[in-house]
Structure formats: C-alpha cells, structure tokens
C-alpha cells in the first residue's frame, strides 16, 4: 500500500509543476478589430483601424456573422504593458488559428505557422505561442497586435485558447535570443565560422519547430545562425548559453568554436535513432574568451533530424548567467518543497 501512495504523490508533483511553466501578464481576450481584407499595411502599427468591424477573441468569424466566408482576414488590438514585465522573457499565446497566420507586433514580423504559397500547408490543430524578440515591446506605453489568417474552408480565425502575453517561468536571460534567426538546410562546415556567407539561409522564427513554418518533411541537416551583442557589463560573470529544446542532435559552435553537443554526428543511415534527444533541454557554457564584448558574436548551430518536426523548437533562448541558473534550481526546489507539502496536507491529510 505504501508503493501505491509513492506512485500517487509523484503523478501529483508532476501535474501543478507544469502548469506553472508559463503565466499569463496581460489578457487580450475580448474584442479586436477585424477586417475581411488583405493589405500588407495592416501590420503597420500606425495604420487607422477605426472603421473596422469588432469581432470576439478567441471565436471562428463564422459564429460572429460572417458566415461561409474563406480567404483572408485581418485582426488587430492595442495593450499596455507594465514596466516591471521589462527583465521578463515574454512570449505572445494566440491558441489556435485557422488554419494559416502571420502575427506583427508594432509593425515588426514575429512569428507565423502555415503557408499559402507555394503549397498550402494547414497548421489548425497547432497551438500558437511566438517569443516576443528583445527591442520589439514597448514598456509603458502602447502596443498594437496585428494578426493576418488565411482560412481555407470551414471555421476560420483565432478560434480558441488562452490568448495573452506571457512570461516564461524559466530561466531569465541577460540577452534574449528568441525571435528571427537564418536557417539553411544541408551540412556545410563553413557555415560555422563567424563571417561566412549566408546567401543560402532565410529567416526563421526561433523556438518554433521549422514544419510549421513552411518547411515540410524536411529531415537530416540543417543549420541555424544568429549575430548579436553581448554587454561588456557580463565581462566577470560566468555566462551560459540556452538553446532551449532540439529535435533531435546539435553541435554548437559560438564565434567558430565548438562549445557543446547534444547526440553525436555523424548521423549514418544505419543510425537512425533520435534516442530522445529531443527532450533534454540544452545548456553550454560561453568560454570568456570567446566573447568579442560589445562586438559581434555569432551562434551557429548543426542540427540533424531524424524524422517528423525538428529544429529549435522550445525555449528559453538565449544567454543567462551561471548565478542565475543556480538561483533558478534554487527557487525550484523550493516550489517543489512547497507543493510536496500542500499534497501531503490536502491528499493524505498530514
């Protein structure tokens, strides 16, 4: 009986750890603007929305009077947002769109799932949760939301979910990679070094796996690269590099060098095993010396997939500090501490 109580307790632990993985700061349900038209300058943040119709988020626009109609469709809305969400990683959570979107926060692209062209790709069934990239929220004042759909057939719109801006619970970042990144699928080893060419690569959103981006049924190689600035302010901290989730092995090259792996390459077609790689959430550390401060650095990361999505496709991203790490494992061993108690309290009454 004691095993049975053992077995209980951890599938309890686990439920309440989970759900705290990423809270809602600022609700967006209600009512946005909406229009059954299609124009590049809806995403501008300074476009004059007033004469639009209002529809309820989330609801398919069938169900709000426009019955039968397929095609495009704009939404658009404006929220505040509080100083004290500034250190914060945020992403903004649309729930589920159909079938196709492309989301603009003040006027810049921020993510999308789906395509139009050249091939219709569906993505109804996928929850859509988009990093909000570092520079793109304005703090105490206002920001405009501006979401283009496609609707093939049936239902159309921001049909259902949590919609809002939430922030991660986990580990907080010194720079916040998250958002557009270049990919180039094959394997060369030049794209690792710092000022190689990248006329083959085209921007991807980062976390987001790559199939929901347009990019189908592509397995084994590819890579990734991102150029960015770190302050010269971290010189005498010990930085980490968060790279989120991977489906399913990675190399890790910052500035040209190697500095983690998760799986090992090459991958042999006699090898092909993702051996749950794609679970384990990566985590390197950044050599001092590597670092050109205040200068540009360049991640480059080899990915290889073995089948169905793959790529980058969970965060956090970004890079963080060991100290904030050991405070992070801290705080969640006390979280863990706390629940543990209230289950025993309310479950077995001790």
């Known amino acids: 009986m004691k095993a049975v109580y053992i077995d209980i307790l951890i599938f309890c632990i ?26 590049k300058k809806f995403a501008d943040s ?50 589920n769109i159909d079938d196709v979107d492309e989301v603009y926060l003040n006027g810049q692209f921020i993510g999308g799932m789906g395509t139009v062209e050249p091939e219709y790709v569906s993505a109804y069934s996928k929850s859509r949760s988009y990093p909000i990239p570092t520079g793109v929220l304005l703090f105490e004042e ?24 939430y922030s991660y619970a ?39 796996n790559w199939e929901s981006q347009g990019y189908q049924d592509k397995d084994g190689y590819a890579w990734y690269r991102k150029t960015f600035s770190i302050d010269k302010r971290l010189a005498d901290e010990k930085l980490i590099l968060a790279m989120g989730k991977i ?17 090992r390459f090459p991958i042999h077609e006699d090898q092909k095993n993702s ?6 959430e990566r985590i390197y550390r950044i050599p001092p010396h590597l670092v050109r401060w205040n200068g540009k650095n360049v991640i480059a990361v080899r990915v290889y997939d073995v089948w169905g999505d793959g790529g980058i496709y969970e965060g956090p991203v970004g890079v963080s500090t060991w100290q904030r790490m050991l405070e992070k494992e801290k705080e969640k061993r006390q979280k863990h501490r706390f629940i543990l108690d209230e289950i025993l309290q309310d479950v077995f009454d001790w």
């Open 46 to 95: 300074d476009f004059d929305d007033s004469e639009w119709e209002e529809i309820k988020v989330p609801s398919s626009w069938e169900s709000r009077g426009f019955p039968g109609y397929d095609g495009y469709a704009w939404y658009r809305t404006t929220f505040d947002c509080p100083g004290e969400l500034e250190q914060k990683s945020l992403m903004l959570k649309l729930g």
């Open 170 to 208: 986990g580990l907080d970042m010194e720079v916040n990679l998250a958002g557009t990144w270049k990919l180039a699928f094959g394997d060369n080893q030049e794209w690792r070094e710092i000022n190689c060419r990248e006329r083959a690569f085209k921007d991807i959103q980062v976390p987001a």
């Open 275 to 280: 051996g749950n790689y794609y679970r384990k």
């Open 14 to 39: 686990t439920l309440p750890v989970a759900a705290r993985e990423s809270q809602r700061e600022i609700d967006l349900r209600g009512y946005w603007k909406f229009e059954t038209w299609d124009d």
């Open 247 to 263: 489906d399913d092995y990675d190399e890790v090259f910052f500035n040209g060098v190697q500095i983690g792996r998760t799986g």
């Open 142 to 165: 206002q920001n405009v939301v501006a979401v283009r759909v496609f609707d093939q057939y049936g239902p159309g719109g921001i049909i259902e979910g949590e919609i809002g801006v």
